[in-house]
């Protein structure tokens, strides 16, 4: 195990704590910084269990310093593990109050998905969920006709049930985190999500998302900032590897793409040749 904090109380980066767990020892070494790291560190260190987090075992012992932080990665990052989501409503929710619903049409709207509105239909149980109709006009393009939630394909429900996330980060400048969050989604989709975040007027509170992809078109210089793009690769052990395309001191005008796919910055799959052995 794994564990850091580095803070920036001056400006430059300061380590707070380090522990890394040594498998020919196994035994935690630990780094605590004693100039900002102020009160019982080695009560704190003595009191972390080995499948215990540092961070966490401190605020409990009542570290006031360290309180803030797990404060905001349990407040502030909004993780959203399966695009399943729909099915919990979130955007649903959000889409009964005007303001909120405002702003979800106008991001389905500009997304061009041919939806004018949305029909919740409740049931007599009140622990069903009511029945989702989105609907879209006829040709005459006055005539509303409602397709339910199964017609539609996966990625426009999967971007129905980003927007009511992306609603509320952008008001409230939290931190989305998105697994494979091109899985249904066009790449000039992708690109549009992306360049929400990245829209000063409409982010105007600092929201952020950390999303991973396979999609390599992603890896582009007009979209992302070489300090915005990670790389996770498996080594030898099986043990997962996050390190960033920083390392790799990319040139300005630089191929990301063509960069990555040729192997030159790892994170690639190590496939090999299939054959079917004869018995």
Known sequence: MQEWLFAYPEGKAQKWFERHYDSDTQKDNWTLN??????????????????????????????V????????????????????????????????????KHKIMAFLHTADLGIVDISLENHANPTMQPTVSFLHLENDKKTRVPFPEHYESAGT????????????????????????MDTSLHPMMMRFVIGIIHNQQLNRHGAQMILTTHDSSMLDNSLLRPDQIWFV??????????????????????????????????ALPCLSELTFDEK
Not at 77 to 99: C, M
Not at 247 to 257: A, G, M, Y
């Open 157 to 180: 429900l999967r971007l129905f049930a980003l927007a009511g996330y992306l609603n509320t980060i952008l008001e409230k400048g939290q931190t989305l985190v998105i697994d494979e």
């Open 34 to 63: 004693t100039k900002y790291l102020k009160g019982r560190r080695k009560t704190w260190q003595d009191a972390t269990r080995a499948n215990a987090l540092f961070l966490s075992t401190a605020v409990m012992l009542n570290s």
């Open 233 to 266: 690769e498996k080594d030898s052990l099986q043990a997962t590897q996050l390190y960033p395309l920083t390392d790799f001191i990319p040139r300005q005008n630089e191929s990301l793409q063509k960069g990555y796919l040729e192997g030159r910055y790892g």
């Open 65 to 100: 310093i360290l309180e803030p932080i797990l404060e905001w990665m349990t407040q502030h990052l909004v993780i959203l593990e399966s695009f399943q989501d729909l099915a919990n409503r979130f955007t649903l929710q959000q889409y009964e109050n005007i303001d909120n």
